[in-house]
């Protein structure tokens, strides 16, 4: 009799540990699309409430089919006999039947919900919540591969566009120095060029020995207070000779 009593007590203690808890989900919508975030509300009965807590099952899996995504604070209804939580769920496996059941710590949890029909989603299986499918090493190889092609591509053609520029801003400051070596009409034009002599020869070394030859016309006059008419008309007859000389040392700018 003693040894029936002992056994009764373990198991009202362990019964007073252990119950089903009742949580339903009552949807809003009348159609779920599986993997869709929707709104519901989570209905808790006083039991459920307290072994429970809202903050536990936000980011779980209720019975491998119903995410719970985000769930407000709850709300008391009905005199404290039941309470209410605003929720966003994601219904992730379709339930075959109702309830699903699950477990937390040493609860059982049965879950309901309101009639809804769910329809199944037309993506592979890879994507519906909680299939996901990890790749293979290979798999990730060839990815890090391409990935690594790409890259090496978009540096190289990033590097010609830019030797490109380079050389195309190159080729217009030429241009534009070769245009002012030809472009002087009247003798304050010549001493200009002639003030830019090293500019113009880092360029076009070629030139060299045409400038020493206008050199040694305009240096009969540069140097004076001033220059008559005369004297300014033969350093631009110089200035035509160094021009004609020097055609074929502009390097085919």
Known sequence: MKRIVILL???????????????????????????????????????????????????????????????????????????????????????????????SGDNEIMVLWNDVEFIPTEAPKELIYGTFEIPSRAQILKWLSLLAVFIIAGLGIWKFKKYLDNKNSIQKKKRELKDEVLSAKEYADVVSIWQKKSQILKVFPSLEDHFKELEVVLFKYQFKPSQTETEKNQVMTAYREFINKSQGGFNGI
Do not use: C, M
């Open 9 to 103: 007590s373990l198991f009202l203690s362990v019964s007073a540990f252990a119950s089903v808890l009742k949580l339903e989900i009552r949807f809003q919508e009348p159609k779920i699309k599986q993997g869709s975030v929707v709104p519901a509300t989570l209905v808790f009965d006083a039991e459920s409430s307290q072994k429970l807590p809202i903050n536990k099952i936000v980011g779980e899996t209720l019975g491998g089919h119903f995410y719970i995504y985000s769930a407000k604070p709850l709300l008391t209804k009905d005199n404290w006999n039941a309470f209410e939580s605003e929720a966003t769920v994601i219904v992730g496996k379709i339930p075959e039947a109702k309830p699903v059941s699950y477990k």
